[in-house]
């Protein structure tokens, strides 16, 4: 039993291996860039990486007056008119990524700093 398990590993390293591809982590890597801050709202620029497992990504600002709730099926999008907490200058972010029967696969929430 312990040798074809064994076995099975070897298979399937020499599989991927072979065929070179790579399974990525939906949300792995997500990045921010914020533009235009006035003291009162901004633009921000949100990515992250592609993930063929994921047919769309909802993303929203919880803390943006009013909340702001966007669906794209790329891996960037541009959200403006983010506004920040009140007396503050963070903002809460979040992208949901969802598989083609539309149930969640990894979500991510974001605080960003609109002063950056």
Request: glycine letters at 4%; aromatic letters at 8%; one cysteine or more.
């Given at each position: 039993?312990?040798?074809?398990?064994?076995?099975?590993?070897?298979?399937?390293?020499?599989?991927?291996?072979?065929?070179?591809?790579?399974?990525a982590?939906?949300?792995?890597?997500?990045?921010?860039?914020?533009?235009?801050?006035?003291?009162?709202?901004?633009?921000?620029?949100?990515?992250?990486?592609?993930?063929?497992?994921?047919?769309?990504?909802?993303?929203?600002?919880?803390?943006?007056?009013p909340?702001?709730?966007?669906?794209?099926?790329?891996?960037?999008?541009?959200?403006?008119?983010?506004?920040?907490?009140?007396?503050?200058?963070?903002?809460?972010?979040?992208?949901?990524?969802?598989?083609?029967?539309n149930?969640?696969?990894?979500?991510?929430?974001?605080?960003?700093?609109?002063?950056?």
């Open positions: 039993m312990k040798s074809l398990t064994l076995l099975a590993l070897l298979v399937l390293t020499v599989g991927i291996i072979s065929t070179n591809q790579a399974f982590e939906p949300l792995d890597s997500v990045s921010t860039s914020v533009s235009n801050y006035d003291g009162d709202s901004a633009t921000v620029e949100i990515t992250w990486n592609n993930d063929d497992s994921v047919k769309n990504y909802k993303v929203g600002c919880v803390s943006c007056t909340n702001i709730v966007e669906f794209t099926t790329g891996n960037s999008m541009t959200i403006d008119n983010v506004t920040p907490f009140p007396n503050g200058s963070s903002a809460l972010l979040y992208v949901i990524s969802y598989d083609s029967e149930n969640i696969i990894t979500a991510k929430q974001l605080i960003v700093n609109l002063n950056q």
